[in-house]
């Protein structure tokens, strides 16, 4: 745009694929035709060069937030399926979800994982995070691997649920929700995504035996078991 007193202005289209392609170092021209007149009808016509330097344009990740299908210690060896608790959806120990991201130079992208959670728990001893900043999280009691989660080359993630977490209510069923932090860098620039991970509890299973006469109910015994608190 140029206004009466000579002065322009020149905005760039930052969704304009050709501009976005451009790489440091590239340069693209954009030249204008333009007439000046004088107060006495003189006129004269003159160019203006615009000079457009590429620049590096970071990773762009389609959805900010991603919501994971959950997994469920119903799925887990000694895990108890059923169709009760606060939100039961799957008996799978294991889900998957996906970071999408585009690079508008063309770069190639790398996928990383940030702080594993530091408040997980697992028959009340604490589950130790290890693997930040790097393609995958594991949470461990001792020796015990109670969760990982990986991202690979194209953005896939993967939760996969080994042992049972402590939830909040232990009288019921019900989930357990936590977040990380998924990394998307071209090698210069980093763009971050919201991983929300949910894990649905199990519920303890009641086995009622009689000892010695059946139609005493001071002589029953109740069993419970369950894969956690």
Same mark, same amino acid.
């Given at each position: ?14 969704? /304009? ?18 007439? &000046?007149? /004088? ?128 939830? /909040? ?29 949910? &894990?649905?509890? /199990? ?27």
């Amino acid at each position: 745009k140029i206004f009466s007193n000579g002065n322009n202005e020149y905005e760039l289209d930052h969704t /304009d694929p050709a501009e976005l392609a451009l790489q440091i170092g590239d340069e693209a021209v954009d030249e204008f035709a333009y007439t &000046i007149q /004088d107060i006495d009808g003189n006129k004269a016509s003159t160019t203006l060069t615009i000079t457009v330097k590429g620049n590096n344009d970071g990773p762009q990740i389609e959805i900010s937030s991603v919501d994971l299908d959950a997994v469920s210690e119903e799925g887990l060896p000694n895990g108890i399926a059923d169709n009760v608790g606060s939100d039961d959806t799957t008996n799978a120990d294991t889900a998957m979800g996906q970071i999408t991201a585009v690079d508008p130079d063309g770069d190639v992208l790398t996928y990383t994982l940030g702080d594993p959670p530091s408040d997980l728990t697992s028959g009340g001893l604490p589950v130790v995070g290890t693997g930040e900043n790097t393609d995958t999280l594991t949470g461990q009691v001792g020796m015990s691997t109670i969760i990982t989660v990986t991202i690979d080359a194209d953005g896939k993630i993967l939760v996969d649920l080994d042992g049972p977490i402590d939830h /909040d209510d232990a009288s019921a069923e019900d989930d357990l929700s936590f977040d990380l932090t998924a990394y998307v860098s071209d090698g210069a620039k980093i763009a971050t995504a919201n991983v929300a991970v949910t &894990i649905e509890d /199990d519920s303890p299973t009641l086995t009622v035996t009689a000892a010695g006469d059946p139609n005493t109910l001071s002589q029953l015994a109740l069993n419970a078991d369950e894969t956690d608190d």
